[in-house]
């Protein structure tokens, strides 16, 4: 039964960079409207996760497995898994060369099809809830960070996707914008979406995260639920990097 | 501690600003410079005015024949009566409104893209206007005489070279640029060959080849147009560089762009056209502008296979036993015509890169 609820399957994952060895033998079950916080210092491998599950990055060993899709080279799986799967950068990645409401509606009417007029009324919903309706018609460029991001998130939640990956989505933004961002984030999490966050905001991660799984040289060390992961942590890894994290 | 009051913008000190201060800035600021300014005026009042006292004070510009240029200025007598010959070549007579015809229709059809919306619109117009343009001066066609390519010559050929040499190898850039970038190997080994073959190559020998060596391949009796032949050769030298470029612009936009563009679920095409190639492209207009500009100075080059463009037609109307001896006025006269063409090309390039500008603060 509760394997059924699995969304994302992550089996024995091995990935080398050349000679060099990012991921080590991981294990990850998410279960439908879970919400995960993937932590860890710079260099663990963590980014490699997230982006291998949309494929992104592509891995040697193991199997990863989306809506009961296999992950493979096969071009129409990755299409479809990319259909369900949203994902949130650091550096934003919009296109600057499109207007805010062009970013958006660029994947529904050219990928799914959808009709311009409903497209646009769908960009305009999600642009109003994370609260830039009003600059709809500007550039990228033109936008703050908080703000070009808040738009990326409108962006990949268009096509109505039932999972989000968010990769460091507050890293590259200003001290006094990331809240913006993370209220955004919050919100989302109250839906029932799954999410999966890569990200240091530890905050975000006691106040929402289902589960919280520390990685450390591609390999995922701990991994447990918030109250136990910050007040409890059973590594001495662990102990070390929140120590680290939380000092100051 | 202290707490101090907000302080109002004040207008910046009258020395800074203004006229005589950007003379200052610019011309004399240090003792060098000012050498170079007072240099630079003193080589422009050597040069400046004896040439209009050439081009225009003493140049006759009345009279029909040699006999009326007296004096030391420009006969600028000799362009008036050859005129027809710089511009449309041996182009008969009566038939000059179908080319004059093509030229005005391109203005409407460069206004027309100012009004109207939506590429796929304006990429039809395009289109059509090349069929038309085509069909009015080849004619052979809706009552048109058909008027042969070896009676094209002077400006109207020039422009016929350029345009379709610009026009047709934008695309096959285009897809070289995509082959080169391609992950799969034999289209990008492909590629690679292509345009490393064709960029070491001078487009003199090129068109050598076009002309007298690949008639040698064609079966007996098979007899392909010349012009057509150095067209071919043109657009497949210049496709080759425009590849370079537009790989370049595309190699100046960010991993994340490609990126993003996988993850929201576009296909290798829609990424590509979409979301690269316009971002590529306005990156790459200085540069592909410029080579525009340079291909039509190159399609001089044609007088080596026999075609008669602008440049040739100096050479051609100078060797009239009546008008010998005035190629200064020739050169000069084309000159001008060239300089104008490209430096509209150049003014419009800039247009381009303001209007496609959206990094707007």
Same mark, same amino acid.
């Given at each position: 039964?509760?394997?059924?609820?699995?969304?994302?399957?992550?089996?024995?994952?091995? #990935?080398?960079?050349?000679?060099?060895?990012?991921?080590?033998?991981?294990?990850?079950?998410?279960?439908?409207?879970? =919400? =995960?916080?993937?932590?860890?210092?710079?260099?663990?491998?963590?980014?490699?996760?997230?982006?291998?599950?949309?494929?992104?990055?592509?891995?040697?060993?193991? /199997?990863?497995?989306?809506?009961?899709?296999?992950?493979?080279?096969?071009? #129409?799986?990755?299409?479809?898994?990319?259909?369900?799967?949203?994902?949130?950068?650091? !550096?934003?990645?919009?296109?600057?060369?499109?207007?805010?409401?062009?970013?958006?509606?660029?994947?529904?009417?050219?990928?799914?099809?959808? $009709?311009?007029?409903?497209?646009?009324?769908?960009?305009?919903?999600?642009?109003?809830?994370?609260?830039?309706?009003?600059?709809?018609?500007?550039?990228?460029?033109?936008?703050?960070?908080?703000?070009?991001?808040?738009?990326?998130?409108?962006? !990949?939640?268009?096509?109505?996707?039932?999972?989000?990956?968010?990769?460091? $989505?507050?890293?590259?933004?200003? $001290?006094?914008?990331? !809240?913006?961002?993370?209220?955004?984030?919050?919100?989302?999490?109250?839906?029932?979406? /799954?999410?999966?966050?890569?990200?240091?905001?530890?905050?975000?991660? #006691?106040?929402?995260?289902?589960?919280?799984?520390?990685?450390?040289?591609?390999?995922?060390?701990?991994?447990?639920?918030?109250?136990?992961?910050?007040?409890? $942590?059973?590594?001495?890894?662990?102990?070390?990097?929140?120590?680290?994290?939380?000092?100051? | 501690?202290?707490?101090?009051? +907000?302080?109002?913008?004040?207008?910046?000190?009258?020395?800074?600003?203004?006229?005589?201060?950007?003379?200052?800035?610019?011309?004399?600021?240090?003792?060098?410079?000012?050498?170079?300014?007072?240099?630079?005026?003193?080589?422009?009042?050597?040069?400046?005015?004896?040439?209009?006292?050439?081009?225009?004070?003493?140049?006759?510009?009345?009279?029909?024949?040699?006999? %009326?240029?007296?004096?030391?200025?420009?006969?600028?007598?000799?362009?008036?009566?050859?005129?027809?010959?710089?511009?449309?070549?041996?182009?008969?007579?009566?038939?000059?409104?179908?080319?004059?015809?093509?030229?005005?229709?391109?203005?409407?059809?460069?206004?027309?893209?100012?009004?109207?919306?939506?590429?796929?619109?304006?990429?039809?117009?395009?289109?059509?206007?090349?069929?038309?343009?085509?069909?009015?001066?080849?004619?052979?066609?809706?009552?048109?005489?058909?008027?042969?390519?070896?009676?094209?010559?002077?400006?109207?050929?020039?422009? *016929?070279?350029?345009?379709?040499?610009?026009?047709?190898?934008?695309?096959?850039?285009?897809?070289? %640029?995509?082959?080169?970038?391609?992950?799969?190997?034999?289209?990008?080994?492909?590629?690679?060959?292509?345009?490393?073959?064709?960029?070491?190559?001078?487009?003199?020998?090129?068109?050598?080849?076009?002309? *007298?060596?690949?008639?040698?391949?064609?079966?007996?009796?098979?007899?392909?147009?010349?012009?057509?032949?150095?067209?071919?050769?043109?657009?497949?030298?210049?496709?080759?560089?425009?590849?370079?470029?537009?790989?370049?612009?595309?190699?100046?936009?960010?991993?994340?762009?490609?990126?993003?563009?996988?993850?929201?679920?576009?296909?290798?095409?829609?990424?590509?056209?979409?979301?690269?190639?316009?971002?590529?492209?306005?990156?790459?207009?200085?540069?592909?502008?410029?080579?525009?500009?340079?291909?039509?100075?190159?399609?001089?080059?044609?007088?080596?296979?026999?075609?008669?463009?602008?440049?040739?037609?100096?050479?051609?109307?100078?060797?009239?036993?009546?008008?010998?001896?005035?190629?200064?006025?020739?050169?000069?006269?084309?000159?001008?015509?060239?300089?104008?063409?490209?430096?509209?090309?150049?003014?419009?390039?800039?247009?381009?890169?303001?209007?496609?500008?959206?990094?707007? +603060?």
């Amino acid at each position: 039964m509760e394997q059924q609820e699995d969304v994302i399957e992550i089996r024995n994952l091995n #990935k080398w960079y050349g000679e060099f060895q990012v991921l080590k033998d991981i294990n990850l079950n998410v279960k439908k409207g879970e =919400i =995960i916080v993937v932590a860890g210092p710079s260099g663990s491998g963590k980014s490699t996760l997230v982006r291998c599950i949309n494929y992104l990055e592509q891995f040697q060993e193991g /199997t990863i497995t989306v809506n009961d899709v296999e992950l493979s080279d096969d071009v #129409k799986k990755i299409k479809a898994i990319r259909e369900d799967v949203a994902m949130v950068f650091q !550096s934003f990645n919009l296109f600057p060369h499109l207007t805010i409401l062009d970013n958006l509606t660029l994947a529904p009417i050219w990928v799914k099809k959808t $009709p311009k007029k409903e497209a646009i009324e769908t960009a305009m919903n999600y642009l109003e809830r994370v609260g830039i309706a009003d600059q709809a018609k500007k550039y990228p460029n033109q936008l703050s960070g908080g703000q070009q991001q808040r738009v990326a998130i409108a962006r !990949s939640l268009c096509k109505n996707p039932s999972i989000m990956l968010f990769d460091e $989505p507050t890293s590259a933004l200003d $001290p006094e914008m990331i !809240s913006e961002v993370l209220d955004v984030m919050i919100e989302l999490a109250h839906e029932h979406r /799954t999410m999966v966050c890569v990200t240091h905001e530890m905050g975000f991660a #006691k106040k929402v995260a289902d589960r919280v799984i520390f990685m450390e040289s591609g390999q995922i060390i701990e991994e447990n639920d918030p109250e136990t992961f910050f007040n409890h $942590p059973e590594s001495e890894r662990l102990k070390l990097f929140l120590s680290q994290i939380l000092s100051h | 501690m202290a707490v101090y009051n +907000k302080i109002e913008s004040r207008k910046a000190p009258s020395n800074s600003i203004g006229f005589f201060h950007w003379i200052r800035e610019n011309l004399f600021s240090s003792p060098l410079n000012s050498a170079l300014t007072i240099l630079g005026i003193a080589i422009l009042v050597l040069i400046i005015p004896p040439f209009i006292k050439w081009a225009i004070v003493d140049a006759n510009f009345k009279g029909t024949t040699r006999a %009326a240029c007296t004096g030391d200025g420009a006969c600028w007598v000799f362009v008036k009566m050859k005129l027809d010959m710089f511009l449309y070549g041996f182009y008969p007579e009566a038939e000059k409104w179908r080319v004059n015809l093509t030229y005005g229709l391109f203005f409407v059809v460069i206004a027309s893209f100012r009004y109207l919306k939506g590429s796929m619109l304006k990429l039809s117009i395009a289109a059509l206007y090349f069929i038309v343009a085509f069909f009015l001066i080849h004619g052979g066609f809706f009552g048109l005489t058909n008027i042969p390519t070896n009676k094209w010559g002077g400006l109207m050929l020039t422009i *016929v070279i350029s345009a379709v040499g610009i026009v047709c190898s934008f695309p096959i850039g285009i897809i070289f %640029a995509f082959g080169r970038t391609s992950e799969l190997p034999i289209i990008k080994s492909i590629s690679v060959t292509y345009i490393e073959f064709i960029r070491g190559v001078p487009l003199i020998t090129i068109l050598f080849m076009s002309a *007298v060596i690949l008639p040698l391949f064609f079966p007996e009796g098979v007899n392909f147009n010349k012009l057509l032949r150095a067209l071919i050769g043109i657009t497949l030298f210049e496709a080759a560089y425009i590849a370079e470029i537009i790989r370049g612009g595309m190699q100046a936009i960010p991993k994340g762009q490609y990126e993003a563009a996988d993850a929201i679920g576009l296909s290798y095409w829609q990424k590509m056209l979409l979301v690269i190639l316009p971002q590529a492209l306005k990156v790459a207009i200085p540069n592909l502008v410029g080579t525009f500009i340079a291909l039509f100075q190159d399609t001089t080059l044609v007088l080596i296979i026999g075609l008669f463009d602008l440049l040739a037609m100096v050479q051609l109307t100078t060797s009239d036993s009546h008008w010998i001896g005035y190629e200064t006025e020739g050169y000069v006269f084309v000159t001008i015509i060239f300089w104008v063409f490209c430096y509209a090309m150049s003014i419009y390039s800039k247009t381009l890169e303001k209007r496609f500008n959206t990094n707007l +603060k």
